[in-house]
């Protein structure tokens, strides 16, 4: 390609836009689930031996791919793409989760990433349901939107790293949440509201929500169990002093301790016990 050519082309830097049109509220959410896209990944149930590269493309999947996901169903060039700011600030909160994931304890990471996805889960759905509501798709069509969102990027996340997808499980109300903040924003919305009344009422309430069933554990009922089939503890992580004081066995039920290997005695030199020792 000689470069009069390629001056004349449409390739260009970007964009760049940080406000507007839900555009603050759809890059905060791609922050903060960008930010836990890497705690999880260094997660020990998610680790897989990634390198730094691998931890921050896990943080562009969480970040980006709820977004993307919703874009490209209502048939728009995803905002990702168009707008360099959405890379910019994944790759950035990317590096930051990547850095505390070294830098702090697993109970303070862990608590960070529940208050984070606390945050985003909600902003990702109301922009949803906006996006939904801008081009005119019925009720049911904006609440799919308001879910997919919000927790498409967890699904990609969890698929890539090998554990069953979080909106499977039993949790504290993931999917409902999402698909709550994205009702209240219709009937906030019918009712007429303005715009940021509509965001603001919707989120408060999905937050406060999400947060509360965090601290007093509330969770979705399990199905009914199959004859013969073990069930989980019912433990699940949450804020604060509710995962202060956990047993081993129950931090690793969540996913949230390895075990180190007992090291060969025989290796080390040292005699093996007897059965009788």
């Known amino acids: 390609m000689t470069a009069p050519l390629f001056l004349a082309s449409s390739v260009h ?3 760049w836009k940080w ?3 839900f555009t603050t509220l759809d890059l905060l959410a791609a922050a903060t689930n960008s930010l836990n896209g890497a705690l999880l990944a260094r997660r020990p149930n998610h680790y897989k031996n990634f ?3 691998g931890v921050l493309l896990m943080a562009m999947l969480m970040g980006l791919g709820g977004g993307i996901t ?3 169903l209502v048939n728009q060039v995803p905002a ?4 360099p700011a959405y890379i910019t600030v994944s790759v950035i909160c990317g590096i930051i989760g990547y850095n505390l994931a070294y830098a702090k304890g697993q109970l303070f990471r862990e608590g960070l990433f529940q208050f984070a996805l606390s945050f985003s889960l909600p902003l990702y759905a109301l922009v949803g349901a906006q996006k939904g509501e801008s081009v005119g798709l019925p009720v049911l069509g904006v609440l799919f939107l308001a879910v997919v969102g919000p927790t498409a990027g ?3 996340v969890d698929v890539s790293c090998g554990v069953p997808p979080k909106h499977f499980i039993r949790g504290e109300w993931f999917v409902s949440i999402a698909a709550l903040t994205g009702l209240v924003w219709i009937i906030c919305d019918a009712a007429g509201l303005g715009t940021w009344w509509c965001a603001g009422i919707s989120f408060i309430i999905g937050f406060t929500i999400r947060l509360t069933a ?3 554990a509330w969770e979705e009922p399990l199905a009914k169990e199959p004859a013969g089939v073990y069930l989980h503890d019912d ?3 949450m804020l604060g002093r509710k995962l202060k004081g956990k047993s081993q066995r129950e931090m690793k039920d969540l996913g949230l301790l390895v075990e180190e290997p007992a090291p060969d005695a025989g290796s080390l030199g040292e005699p093996a016990p007897s059965a009788g020792s």
């Open 70 to 72: 919703r874009d490209v």
């Open 214 to 216: 965090l601290y007093h």
């Open 19 to 21: 406000t507007g049109s």
């Open 80 to 83: 990702a793409l168009t707008n």
């Open 154 to 156: 967890r699904w990609y």
């Open 235 to 237: 433990g699940r992580p």
């Open 13 to 15: 830097v970007g964009g």
């Open 51 to 53: 390198t730094v590269v």
